[in-house]
């Protein structure tokens, strides 16, 4: 099967992209790597009017540090995440989520805004800026406004931005209180399938020799990125002991709110909600670990 007839545009910068937005009658996408929105076009899940490609506007693939956060523009692509030093410093949980994605045909044209904006429930990237408190740039003819990664997610493949908004960039605020911290990103998936059956982005900070500022979000078990906040709480000032691990583990997984689909049953994906996030923990544990020893 092949695409509907759509127009397609490609405007050279952003005021240009947003008039068109605005200008346009029916249904207009937005297309930055291409690597959700073609093949729902093959299979005509998606019939819009017209496409607009982010792929020609500068400025959007840029990665910085300004005012205490990691900046990254929405067209930065997957792979670009992996080579950075810069993401590898101050957000290593975004670059352990992107090592799961796809292959390396599918990093080097995704972009992590992309991934964002298509709200997939069983994306890895939704679910590392949940985890990071992330804020999301949306970019309308009002200029632009920041939405917590919080809530920018309303269900599964709805987000906060508006019809004539473009996602232009991403902030995650960078740790601050100095202490070693490490990362994970675990999930369960079918060999040589793209789509997490159930996956876990956790962070956690030891100081003293406790786990503090406790990060756990979920993917592929509800409609949106789930945040574990109960289950945060309880590693707050405690050793990462395994019983600690397991009550967080088991806490997490009350949240869930999976469904049956083609690839696993609800029963199933909330069996492995406890696996991932406990397997999480402990990779996570563990890199803080190395980084404080100063062999991370």
Not at 12 to 39: F, K, N
Not at 185 to 212: D, K, M, W
């Amino acid at each position: 099967m092949k695409a509907a007839d759509f127009d397609y545009f490609a405007p050279p910068d952003l005021q240009e992209a947003l008039r068109i937005l605005v200008s346009r009658s029916g249904e207009t996408r937005v297309m930055a790597g291409g690597q959700s929105l073609l093949p729902l076009l093959k299979a005509r899940l998606s019939s819009p009017s017209a496409v607009v490609d982010l792929g020609r506007i500068p400025g959007l693939d840029r990665i910085g540090l300004m005012n205490g956060s990691l900046r990254l523009g929405a067209m930065v692509r997957q792979s670009r995440v992996l080579e950075s030093e810069l993401v590898a410093t101050h957000a290593p949980l975004l670059a352990r989520a992107v090592r799961k994605i796809g292959s390396p045909a599918i990093r080097n044209r995704g972009t992590v805004g992309g991934s964002a904006a298509h709200a997939d429930p069983a994306a890895e990237i939704p679910a590392a800026l949940v985890a990071l408190d992330a804020v999301l740039l949306a970019t309308g003819p009002a200029g632009t406004r920041e939405i917590p990664a919080r809530r920018f997610y309303r269900y599964a493949y709805e987000t906060d931005l508006a019809p004539d908004e473009i996602l232009t960039g991403i902030h995650v605020p960078l740790p601050t209180n100095g202490q070693a911290s490490g990362a994970s990103f675990y999930e369960v998936a079918i060999p040589n399938h793209n789509f997490a059956l159930a996956g876990a982005a956790v962070r956690v900070t030891f100081q003293s020799g406790c786990l503090q500022d406790v990060r756990i979000a979920l993917c592929a078990l509800g409609p949106t990125p789930l945040r574990a906040r109960e289950a945060e709480t309880l590693a707050e000032g405690c050793p990462p002991s395994s019983d600690v691990v397991e009550r967080v583990a088991r806490a997490a997984a009350t949240i869930v709110e999976p469904v049956d689909d083609v690839l696993a049953s609800a029963k199933y994906r909330r069996s492995l909600a406890p696996v991932v996030v406990r397997r999480a923990m402990l990779e996570a544990v563990a890199d803080a670990r190395s980084r404080e020893a100063g062999i991370g």
